[in-house]
């Protein structure tokens, strides 16, 4: 498969398009003024507890309160609340040594939030999902920080291995050199992108991780809440650490300092392909999304309709609740087999529909009517496929067996906002208000025009409008509007149509060709 990531800096902030075989799969924007990523840490005051629903709401500066539900405080919360305390009070300069810090027991599944938040205490948050509509964020205690072939969690002694790695005797080599490397109080879960790597490499990235953690550390020292304690890396440098890998064929940016990044991070995990990454240079004025096609493949990605290349397309409409997804053969015949056809028909969009929640970062429920079909056997081949299509999808998600109605219910994880690109334009003739002066206006607006230069000793005027209104103005021959014109100012009055001319847009000429300005 041909990767491709381009990478546009703007005024606005950085916008990432990540391309498969030159088709656009997904597309990331980085504001420069945005707050609350996923992954950044806060001192948090817990404003209320809520025991009807166990969870807690805590302030961390945004506008609306931060949402703390009992499962996401981890086992390990108290021993958090504790740490967080010490290493506020804490003035040394160096900060105390994490790996003599006593863990306190851990909390039970099926407790309640008041018995653990009891007395609304600071603690060290972390953005799970940003701010949605009229939501606020919503927190987690279970910290993690993420590097490029570890994940650092800490309070805890466990070592795991990713279950993508298949070899046991792979995952048996990594759990050994973690757990002779590792510090005590810090767990670690190893990355798929991890296979093969030396003792070297992964201590390099272990030891990263725990000098960030030394870093929240001091920055919680006399912190008042709430306040950021550490920003994740930004999603241009996250997304190159959770994207980039030797399968990258290109990687291109209109940004030097994002070049630089980039080049110094490929030459890390495969030196011999450092050439891919490609500084944009902007001639004829031309921006890089614009050079690879990626501007046109938005416009035509994200409206409410989507079309497929067989003449088949796809109605994405979004609820308060989920999201709906319909499936329309159009046009498309490729047998005279009715069942054929919707299998056809069905397993093309399947495809499109699995691009398009990448794509537009669709969660929660997803529900899709797809063409009825009758056979199971290809009910189930359309499951199956779908569940293929979506496989390379980062962010969790199930795919359940087509219902007795038709219907298929995807669920998928949802971290952020769903991105929404307008590709609608203001009409350039009604300006928006969706109505046009009528017909019978604009023909007394033309002839009143029309007698003001006549009197004014303009002769041979030719009037250019758009060819609807040339038509209009045209039909009929000794009776249409333009002979009426030529009996009544005695004199020939030409009219010409112009595709450039919006619907109401009308100019007059002299008989030199030069434009009479009115």
């Given at each position: 498969?041909?990767?491709?990531?381009?990478?546009?800096?703007?005024?606005?902030?950085?916008?990432?398009?990540?391309?498969?075989?030159?088709?656009?799969?997904?597309?990331?924007?980085?504001?420069?003024?945005?707050?609350?990523?996923?992954?950044?840490?806060y001192l948090g005051k817990v404003k209320k507890l809520i025991p009807g629903l166990n969870a807690a709401f805590v302030d961390v500066g945004h506008e609306k309160d931060a949402f703390l539900h009992y499962t996401d405080l981890s086992p390990y919360a108290r021993s958090l609340l504790k740490f967080t305390q010490q290493a506020i009070n804490d003035r040394s300069p160096e900060g105390f040594d994490f790996a003599q810090f006593p863990n306190e027991p851990e909390i039970i599944k099926t407790g309640k939030i008041n018995e653990v938040l009891n007395g609304k205490p600071n603690i060290l948050v972390q953005i799970l999902k940003e701010p949605i509509a009229a939501k606020g964020p919503r927190l987690s205690c279970e910290i993690s920080l993420p590097g490029r072939f570890v994940v650092l969690t800490p309070f805890n002694d466990i070592v795991a291995v990713s279950r993508k790695i298949h070899s046991a005797e792979e995952r048996k080599r990594l759990q050994r050199i973690i757990e002779s490397i590792k510090q005590k109080n810090f767990g670690v879960i190893v990355r798929t992108a991890a296979e093969g790597k030396n003792t070297a490499e992964l201590h390099e990235d272990l030891s990263e991780l725990v000098a960030t953690w030394k870093t929240i550390q001091k920055n919680l020292q006399g912190a008042v809440a709430p306040a950021k304690i550490l920003s994740e890396q930004t999603k241009t440098t996250s997304i190159l650490r959770d994207l980039l890998n030797e399968d990258f064929n290109r990687i291109v940016t209109n940004d030097k300092g994002i070049y630089a990044d980039a080049k110094s991070y490929i030459q890390k995990i495969a030196p011999e392909k450092a050439d891919i990454v490609t500084l944009h240079a902007n001639n004829g004025g031309m921006g890089v999304f614009d050079q690879y096609g990626i501007t046109k493949q938005v416009k035509a990605s994200f409206g409410k309709t989507v079309n497929l290349n067989s003449g088949a397309y796809i109605i994405i409409e979004h609820t308060e609740a989920l999201h709906v997804i319909d499936v329309n053969s159009g046009y498309k015949s490729v047998s005279n087999n009715q069942e054929q056809n919707a299998l056809e028909t069905n397993m093309e969009a399947a495809e499109e529909i699995a691009r398009q929640l990448r794509l537009r970062d669709i969660g929660g429920i997803i529900v899709v009517d797809f063409i009825d079909m009758k056979l199971p056997d290809?009910?189930?081949?359309?499951?199956?496929?779908?569940?293929?299509?979506?496989?390379?999808?980062?962010?969790?998600?199930?795919?359940?067996?087509?219902?007795?109605?038709?219907?298929?219910?995807?669920?998928?994880?949802?971290?952020?906002?769903?991105?929404?690109?307008?590709?609608?334009?203001?009409?350039?003739?009604?300006?928006?208000?969706?109505?046009?002066?009528?017909?019978?206006?604009?023909?007394?607006?033309?002839?009143?025009?029309?007698?003001?230069?006549?009197?004014?000793?303009?002769?041979?005027?030719?009037?250019?409008?758009?060819?609807?209104?040339?038509?209009?103005?045209?039909?009929?021959?000794?009776?249409?509007?333009?002979?009426?014109?030529?009996?009544?100012?005695?004199?020939?009055?030409?009219?010409?149509?112009?595709?450039?001319?919006?619907?109401?847009?009308?100019?007059?000429?002299?008989?030199?060709?030069?434009?009479?300005?009115?």
């Open positions: 498969m041909n990767k491709e990531l381009i990478i546009n800096a703007a005024p606005h902030g950085v916008d990432i398009a990540l391309l498969e075989d030159k088709k656009l799969v997904e597309l990331h924007t980085e504001k420069v003024d945005a707050r609350f990523a996923v992954g950044d840490l290809n009910k189930k081949k359309l499951m199956e496929a779908m569940e293929g299509f979506m496989q390379p999808d980062r962010a969790k998600h199930a795919v359940l067996p087509i219902s007795k109605f038709g219907l298929m219910q995807i669920t998928r994880q949802r971290m952020k906002p769903e991105m929404n690109i307008n590709t609608q334009e203001v009409c350039p003739s009604c300006h928006g208000t969706g109505k046009i002066a009528s017909t019978l206006i604009l023909e007394d607006e033309i002839e009143k025009n029309l007698n003001y230069l006549i009197t004014h000793k303009h002769r041979n005027l030719t009037i250019m409008v758009n060819p609807i209104v040339h038509a209009y103005l045209t039909k009929g021959w000794l009776w249409s509007k333009a002979a009426k014109w030529k009996r009544k100012f005695k004199q020939t009055v030409t009219i010409k149509a112009d595709t450039n001319y919006q619907l109401t847009e009308f100019r007059f000429f002299d008989q030199d060709g030069e434009e009479i300005k009115i």
